[in-house]
C-alpha cells in the first residue's frame, strides 16, 4: 500500500465513520453494525496513526470514538483478577501449546472479555467503538469469537475492527478473516469492509 493509498484510505474512513448514515447504522436492515478495516499488516504502525488521527478529526467534530485494544484489556483483566503475576511466571516453563491454552481459558471471550468490554461501554458516552489490538493477541484470542460475542454487548452504536490481515468475502465459500494475510482466522459473515460502504 502507498503512503496515497493509506491517505485515500484515511479520507474514505473518515467521510464514512462521520456521515449520518453510518452513526445512525442506516440501510442495515436487522445485521449487527460491524465493520472490518482491513489492512497490510506491514503497514501497522501508519495505519495507527491514521487511526489517531480519524479519532482526533471525528472528535473536533463531536464524535466521540470508544476505542478498546484487547491487548491492553487482556492484560487489564488478568491484573484485575490476580492473574497477572502468575501469567509471567509459568510463561517461561510452559511449551507454546500449553500456555496459548491457559491464556485461552483465562480470557474466554464469553465469560471475561464480552463483560469486561460491556463495562467499558456501560456509560454509552460514545458514538462509535474501535476495536483494535486484533494482532498482538492472536493466538488466544481469535477475532471470529470475539466478534461473535460482542453482538448482545455492542448495541446501539456502530463497532470498526482494525483488522491485520484481509477480509476475504465470496458468494460461495462466505466470507473469512485471514489474519496477516496467512491464517484463515474463521468464518465470519456478518460484519462488512468499511471501506466498501459509501460515505
Known amino acids: 500500500m502507498t503512503p496515497h493509498e493509506l491517505s485515500r484510505q484515511e479520507e474514505h474512513l473518515f467521510a464514512v465513520l462521520s456521515g449520518d448514515r453510518f452513526l445512525k447504522m442506516e440501510g442495515l436492515s436487522n445485521e449487527v453494525p460491524f465493520f472490518i478495516y482491513p489492512y497490510e499488516p506491514e503497514h501497522a504502525l501508519d495505519v495507527a496513526k491514521a487511526k489517531k488521527r480519524v479519532k482526533n478529526r471525528l472528535a473536533s467534530s463531536g464524535i466521540e470514538v470508544r476505542e478498546i485494544n484487547l491487548y491492553d ?8 483478577r490476580g ?57 488466544y484470542i481469535r ?50 469492509n468499511i471501506l466498501e460502504q459509501e460515505p
Open 83 to 139: 492473574d497477572w503475576d502468575e501469567v509471567l511466571e509459568v510463561e517461561p516453563e510452559l511449551d507454546k501449546v500449553e500456555f496459548t491454552e491457559m491464556l485461552q481459558s483465562m480470557l474466554n471471550p464469553q465469560q471475561h472479555l464480552a463483560p469486561a468490554i460491556r463495562a467499558r461501554l456501560a456509560d454509552g458516552d460514545f458514538d462509535i467503538v474501535f476495536l483494535t489490538g486484533i494482532g498482538e493477541v492472536f493466538p
Open 73 to 80: 484489556l487482556s492484560v487489564e483483566v488478568l491484573k484485575a
Open 143 to 192: 477475532s471470529h469469537n470475539v466478534l461473535n460475542n460482542l453482538q448482545s454487548v455492542v448495541v446501539g452504536r456502530p463497532m470498526l475492527m482494525f483488522f491485520p490481515g484481509r477480509y476475504e468475502q465470496s458468494d460461495t465459500l462466505g466470507s473469512s478473516l485471514v489474519l496477516f494475510g496467512r491464517l484463515k482466522d474463521d468464518q465470519y459473515y456478518r460484519a462488512k
